[in-house]
């Protein structure tokens, strides 16, 4: 394959804290991997830089007869396909949709507004969901492309359960991520089986708003500690994460898609405790390479952590399926070329 245009925020290449620099870095490298040329526009700041907006336009204008894909967050492409069906309306672009919003988001525009999206010849969404709902919108151009990584690093994992338990945390540390819940569920056990029994560590990007907050809480709590960032750009740092029995994830927060995290998890062989939000769903199979617990419920949550805890056997018989289940998002296998061969011209 020849020529393609992306256009899409890689941050600096190296941060992977954020959901769209991680997954556009890891599509970025497939498309090196595919095509003999790839531009590639780097999107990062471009509401701070105009000159950006200008070398998206003049890119697109330039491989106007060639293949383009764009993979920005929902708001972000809208108002660049908005402009771009304005300018350009004769051109068509592949839109990797990141996150679970879409949706809902072309529900609440007027039909006039939804004109734009005529432009876009492929939309590639994060879950069979996503699709149906995309599809009752009248969207026939839908293909589920879950999200994805290059598995290059398979990390050694004890068969042995940990004494004490290791629950690991990893995304970014905002409310809506349910780290009080974790907090407080992490409470709730420490009086009922007590605290020498497991541990819970929290990795990643606190949020300004919520640092003083957070901070004070796991303060208080004697088996609780917030670790910093934990880089899997790194592939040593898969050893790290290997290291937990348990992720979790009781995530309530409203752009969730398909997140990376779980299949990191996966790849580590770390079964996941997920809230019922999103489509988490689709993502682990309940019992079978974690568990899913009921949105927002603090009880749930302490209940499932109880039950890990107390129950080697079924950890060990998770972490068994996580890594069969992890090589069916390699990023090979997803964007492969049959895939490749269906969206471009």
């Known amino acids: 394959m020849e020529k393609i245009l992306l256009i899409g925020d ?67 492409s809208y108002k660049l396909i908005k402009i771009v069906k304005r300018l350009f309306p004769s051109i068509r672009l592949n839109y990797f949709v990141i996150g679970g919003i879409l949706p809902n988001f072309i529900s609440q525009l007027e039909m006039k507004q939804r004109e734009c999206y005529s432009i876009v010849k492929w939309f590639m969404v994060e879950s069979q969901e996503m699709k149906r709902k995309m599809e009752l919108l009248g969207y026939k151009n839908v293909i589920h492309i879950p999200n994805f990584k290059k598995i290059a690093y398979i990390p050694k994992k004890s068969t042995e359960t940990s004494i004490p338990f290791r629950f690991v945390f990893l995304s970014r540390i905002i409310p809506e991520k349910g780290c009080d819940l974790i907090m407080e569920a992490t409470r709730r056990i420490n009086k009922e089986i007590g605290e020498d029994k497991f541990l819970v560590h929290f990795y990643g990007k606190v949020d300004d708003s919520y640092e003083s907050q957070f901070l004070k809480t796991i ?127």
């Open 10 to 76: 890689c941050g600096n290449f190296k941060n992977t804290s954020n959901g769209v620099y991680a997954k556009n870095i890891q599509l970025f490298n497939r498309l090196k991997e595919v095509f003999v040329t790839l531009k590639h526009v780097n999107t990062n700041n471009w509401k701070k830089n105009p000159s950006v907006l200008l070398n998206v336009l003049r890119s697109i204008w330039q491989y106007r007869k060639k293949d383009i894909i764009i993979s920005l967050n929902t708001y972000s």
């Open 219 to 345: 303060n208080e709590i004697p088996n609780a500690e917030y670790m910093g960032f934990l880089n899997l750009a790194d592939i040593s740092n898969y050893d790290v994460l290997a290291s937990y029995s348990a992720m979790l994830f009781p995530t309530f927060w409203k752009g969730e898609g398909f997140p990376g995290i779980l299949i990191d998890a996966m790849i580590a062989g770390t079964p996941v405790i997920a809230s019922e939000w999103g489509y988490n769903t689709e993502i682990i199979d309940n019992g079978t390479t974690g568990v899913i617990i009921k949105s927002k419920d603090t009880d749930a949550l302490a209940d499932a952590m109880t039950s890990f805890i107390s129950n080697n056997s079924r950890v060990a018989e998770m972490t068994q399926h996580c890594r069969k289940q992890a090589m069916k998002y390699d990023t090979a296998s997803v964007l492969n070329d049959d895939f490749f061969r269906k969206i471009l011209k």
